[in-house]
């Protein structure tokens, strides 16, 4: 059974843009696969769809067993508990240190202080941070930011990460860096979904990739 499938999904905005046409995917538990597409092909669309940021005109998208265009809004807390998010912007919080950006979820989640803390030092050595968590964002480098965001998106042990052009502001050193700590998560079990215009290092991945063109998914890498 799929972590996550689309089946015949329409998203239309008004005014009439039709975002995605038809769309057919699917996801397994583990699964690393990458999605390409030219700006405005609907990838944002896609990802706001799994989020529950948006619901499908028409069609299905089903996460973990669950219908998500039946969600009433209550659920939809326990729906993003499943999901880690990266940003391309990192969306770090630049009056807290590295240790609270990354707690902040696990803290909302109403976790404890102690148990919070191990969680949070576990996600920083994951990603090669540990003994960077009393810094403020500020004083990082763009590639050690993008970890924290890492970190923070993994925190709570989600079931899929969706990585929105993680590294778009990075150079291509870097970028292989934050590819790697992908690979490491995808190894233990987490669902990656990475949307990336990185077209040369999506191919070095060697990962499955889908490319969506005005609003349709196929299969394979797209310009």
């Known amino acids: 059974m799929a972590l996550l499938q689309f089946s015949q999904v329409y998203k239309r905005y008004p005014g009439g843009k039709d975002a995605l046409k038809g769309v057919d995917f699917s996801l397994d538990a583990g699964e690393m696969t990458f999605i390409t597409g030219h700006s405005g ?6 990802l706001k769809l799994i989020a ?8 299905g998208v089903l996460f973990d067993h669950r219908n ?3 969600l009433r809004r209550g659920q939809i807390p326990e729906l993003r508990r499943k999901l880690g998010i990266i940003f391309q912007d990192y969306k770090l919080l630049h009056d807290r240190t590295v240790f609270d950006n990354v707690a902040l979820p696990l803290l909302i989640a109403g976790l404890r202080r102690q148990e919070a803390a191990k969680r949070v030092r576990a996600a920083l050595d994951k990603v090669g941070l540990l003994g960077k968590e009393r810094l403020l964002p500020v004083t990082l480098s763009g ?6 965001g890492i970190a923070r998106a993994v925190v709570h042990r ?3 990460l969706l990585a929105d052009e ?4 990075l150079d291509p050193a870097l970028s ?11 190894r233990v079990g987490v669902a990656v979904l990475v949307v990336s215009h990185d077209l040369p290092l999506v191919k ?3 990962c499955r990739t889908v490319a969506l063109s005005d609003g349709r998914l196929i299969e394979g890498l797209s310009a």
């Not at 529950?52 to 069609?59: D, F, I, Q, S, V």
């Not at 590639?143 to 924290?148: F, I, N, P, T």
């Not at 993680?166 to 502001?169: E, K, L, V, Y």
């Open 68 to 70: 998500l265009a039946r």
């Open 143 to 148: 590639g050690e930011q993008q970890r924290v």
């Open 176 to 186: 292989a860096e934050i590819m790697d700590i992908f690979v490491e998560f995808q």
């Open 52 to 59: 529950a940021m948006e619901k499908p005109t028409r069609g």
């Open 158 to 160: 989600p079931k899929l």
């Open 41 to 46: 092909a609907g990838k944002s669309t896609f």
């Open 204 to 206: 070095a991945m060697g």
């Open 166 to 169: 993680p590294t778009g502001n």
